[in-house]
């Protein structure tokens, strides 16, 4: 005979959010908003700029080995390659550890942690664990992906395991059609601009809506990439027809399962957001919940434009700025830097011609990465110079000179602006 | 142990306290150190005194998960963070390093003021203004991991997670 669920065993019927669905799968009971649990980890990775720390932990715990090497990641993708023998130096201290241990390298030019995860690893209902705030990205999938520090990361790779607490959830409903010239970022800068940059704190932010539906994995994961700047610790989309068509075209359609919340799940609250009364968003300087719309920005001279990075360093991002800029020159005051997320999309983009057009242009092509929005190199910003980036975030002093200003809009933003000069509104050119 | 407050405003981020521009001196945590705030308040690491407190308004610790952010408080003495509110993976961050993060009403400390932190009494005793403040329990378990000394020093003495 079936045992049955405990919601069953009890006789009275409890929905599920899609986090209580995932973090009750992997504690191996049913579990809450509110508890505290242990469990497992389907994949675990750092970067550069936090590996280094989480192997020291490893070793100041008296570990030699690694729970599950094949779900181990070292990423190179910040200082990528290498600017300083500083870190060249780190990358080889990680490199050792890897081949001592047989942990996975993802080497200097094969792309963003957040990006490679999404076309290689990541699997609805996973618990995947980040040493980098934007490992929400994968949330865009269906996992519960969340970032962590160092030493929560050291724990996980070296035992298999963290302890969470099973968040409450915001469910953000979108509705109706986007109209032309806005997209997944200007959703979620407006979701930001309205709870602000605290307004998902500790909570899981989980998408639904018509919009959302529609939207290809691209949007999602712009959408979920950005969910950890309301302070998100995850941004749950359900997998559906869309999310099964993306896996196949990454080879990997025996990753799919379909996942959704139970329609009488238990909610913090619920945001609704109109898309067809949405505008081209900006976020400015230095947080990113000060939005405005691009028709309330005003004249805003821009030294450079950035295009690229874990939020919007996909093919659809690079192609929609391509058919704004096609047959145009990029501002003769503004320069623009583009950097895909990872070495498929660089390689897509060069055989669709998408990167031969924004070449064309005037914009600057650099190697996947995160680029210039660690302020790290490839594109560091001076004393009092403005930047509109599509990057997540535009806190004081990230991209280099604490007295630069930088400003978050799409990637169509990002055409239309490095095509004026200044902040532009990118309806026109669609 | 008695501290002197230094206080900061709202949505304090990891750049701010350790900006993206050092990541070449994150394997070098010594010199990393030596710049923590220092946008926000230059030389803040010549003024503080060992024990001193950082508090601060809302939303502590958002962007970034750098856990350098956390280390190099500690490293520069600096025995807790008070804030109105913390973003959650600075908050973990600091309590796997053994620093206390503590959410509680600081409009009652002004800078300079002397205040001291009863962890497990959830109290902090303000001999400036002579003033008590109570503040939001500490979760289990982040006494769990303070009491052990940090989340590396649990694991090396249960060679496992042991918090639930």
């Known amino acids: ?430 | 142990m008695k501290g002197k407050a230094w206080k900061f405003g709202d949505a304090i981020s990891t750049d701010h306290i350790i900006p993206g521009r050092y990541f070449y001196l994150r394997s070098n945590l010594p010199e990393l150190s030596k710049h923590l705030l220092e946008y926000e308040r230059p030389s803040f690491i010549e003024k503080v005194s060992p024990g001193d407190f950082i508090v601060a308004g809302q939303n502590f610790g958002l962007g970034s998960s750098r856990e350098h952010a956390a280390i190099v408080i500690k490293m520069n003495g600096i025995q807790a963070v008070l804030a109105k509110s913390f973003a959650r993976i600075f908050y973990r961050n600091c309590f796997n390093n053994g620093l206390p993060a503590i959410i509680c009403d600081t409009e009652k400390f002004s800078e300079g003021d002397e205040i001291e932190l009863f962890v497990h009494e959830g109290k902090i005793v303000n001999y400036t203004r002579n003033e008590t403040t109570l503040f939001t329990a500490v979760p289990p378990v982040m006494k769990r991991i303070l009491s052990d000394g940090g989340l590396v020093e649990h694991v090396k003495k249960y060679k496992d997670l042991k918090l639930v």
């Open chain 1, 1 to 430: 005979m079936r045992r049955g669920s405990v919601k069953e065993r009890r006789g009275i019927h409890m929905g599920m959010t899609l986090a209580e669905k995932i973090l009750s799968e992997h504690a191996g009971k049913e579990v809450r908003s509110g508890e505290i649990v242990v469990v497992r980890v389907d994949l675990t990775y750092t970067q550069d700029g936090t590996g280094p720390l989480a192997v020291r932990k490893i070793q100041e715990m008296g570990l030699k080995e690694v729970y599950n090497p094949k779900k181990t990641i070292f990423f190179f993708d910040h200082a990528s390659p290498s600017p300083r023998f500083e870190l060249s130096n780190d990358h080889n201290f990680m490199r050792d550890f890897a081949e001592k241990t047989g942990s996975q390298v993802s080497e200097v030019g094969y792309g963003i942690s957040h990006q490679v995860v999404a076309e290689r690893e990541v699997k609805p209902g996973d618990i995947v664990i980040g040493a980098d705030s934007h490992t929400c990205t994968g949330g865009a999938l269906g996992a519960f992906a969340t970032g962590v520090g160092s030493t929560d990361a050291a724990v996980a790779m070296a035992l298999g395991k963290i302890w969470l607490r099973v968040p409450e959830t915001i469910r953000v409903v979108v509705e109706g059609k986007l109209p032309t010239g806005v997209f997944a970022k200007d959703i979620i800068l407006h979701l930001i601009g309205k709870i602000t940059a605290a307004g998902g704190t500790y909570k899981a932010l989980e998408f639904s809506g018509d919009t959302i539906q529609n939207l290809e994995m691209a949007g999602r994961m712009t959408i979920a990439n950005m969910a950890v700047e309301a302070g998100a610790k995850v941004g749950l989309f359900p997998s559906d027809e869309i999310t099964r068509s993306w896996l196949n075209c990454m080879g990997r359609s025996q990753d799919f399962r379909e996942l959704s919340p139970d329609p009488d799940g238990t909610y913090e609250k619920t945001v609704m957001i109109s898309a067809k009364e949405l505008k081209p968003t900006i976020a400015c300087p230095h947080q990113v919940d000060n939005t405005k719309t691009v028709d309330e920005i005003g004249d805003v001279k821009v030294d450079q434009v950035y295009l690229g990075t874990s939020c919007n360093g996909r093919l659809e991002d690079f192609q929609i700025a391509a058919r704004i800029l096609k047959g145009k020159k990029i501002h003769p005051k503004t320069r623009m830097v583009v950097t895909p997320g990872s070495r498929l999309v660089y390689l897509e983009t060069l055989k669709d011609g998408t990167m031969e057009t924004l070449i064309e242009s005037g914009a600057l092509a650099m190697t996947p990465g995160c680029g210039a929005c660690v302020g790290l190199h490839e594109g560091v910003l001076g004393d009092g110079e403005v930047c509109l980036a599509t990057q997540p975030r535009n806190f004081k002093g990230r991209m280099g000179s604490p007295k630069s200003f930088i400003y978050l809009g799409s990637p169509a933003v990002a055409a239309a602006t490095a095509i004026e000069g200044k902040i532009a509104d990118p309806r026109k050119y669609l």
